[in-house]
């Protein structure tokens, strides 16, 4: 059963700097997905990668994928407070499974 | 488009009583419904998988008894969970798409409580 890993769970930086989520899963995925949760909210969608090197931009976050290498990146630039959440990556075809999520804490 | 809800939004119960989460699709009718539960400061879980007018999928460890998935329509799932106890207590998430390799559009959760 395809397996998904997060690193690193906790992650706290400066405003302004730069950094990493990486996310490796286990086997062939045909898609993979990165969605942020607030604090007692659900998830929101942040992207849905599809083929291997697919990147997708929305604002401050670059999401990549590499099915070779079983390698997803979630590139975060400039960081501002507002980031401040917990990223799960997630991969899966009939059925999604989780990561154990990134929280991410932007000091102003 | 693609909006999911979910009622109650939260719900305290006593323990042994049992509670009835509903997951709706407002804007498209979803052929398959998924179930997660996300205990405090983890990761979410796969609880089943419903597809509409045939029995839900349980993951390995669910116990199909406690928590009943009815999937009667392709707009409405609900999940009871049956006897609950403290250990139930948790945030439960319901997703819908539109076929089982779509993307999943998430509700916005239930959080449940017993006492």
């Known amino acids: 059963e395809l397996k998904v890993e997060q690193n690193p769970l906790f992650l706290s930086m400066q405003e302004g700097k730069n950094y990493t989520i990486y996310c490796n899963y286990s086997?062939?995925?045909?898609?993979l997905y990165w969605y942020r949760q607030d604090p007692g909210k659900s998830l929101e969608s942040l992207f849905v990668l599809l083929s291997n090197g697919a990147v997708k931009q929305e604002g401050r976050l670059m999401a990549s994928l590499d099915t070779k290498a079983r390698l997803s990146t979630l590139h975060i630039t400039a960081a501002v407070h507002d980031l401040s959440a917990t990223y799960f990556c997630?991969?899966?075809?009939?059925?999604?499974?989780f990561g154990k999520g990134t929280r991410l804490h932007i000091l102003p | 488009g693609a909006v999911v809800s979910q009622h109650p939004s939260w719900v305290i119960c006593k323990s042994g009583t049992s509670v009835k989460i509903e997951c709706r699709s407002l804007?498209?009718?979803?052929?398959?419904m998924f179930w997660y539960r996300q205990f405090p400061k983890q990761s979410l879980m796969l609880m089943a998988t419903?597809?509409?007018?045939?029995?839900?999928?349980?993951e390995q460890g669910v116990e199909k008894d406690k928590f009943l998935i009815n999937h009667a329509s392709l707009t409405l799932s609900t999940l009871t969970v049956t006897s609950a106890h403290p250990e139930d207590s948790s945030f439960y998430i319901c997703?819908?798409?539109?076929?089982?390799?779509?993307?999943?559009?998430f509700g916005p959760g239930t959080r449940l409580t017993v006492l």
């Open positions: 419903s597809n509409e007018g045939s029995k839900a999928t349980y």
């Open positions: 997630a991969g899966g075809d009939d059925k999604i499974i």
């Open positions: 997703s819908a798409s539109l076929a089982g390799r779509d993307t999943q559009y």
């Open positions: 804007d498209f009718q979803a052929t398959t």
């Open positions: 086997t062939t995925s045909d898609r």
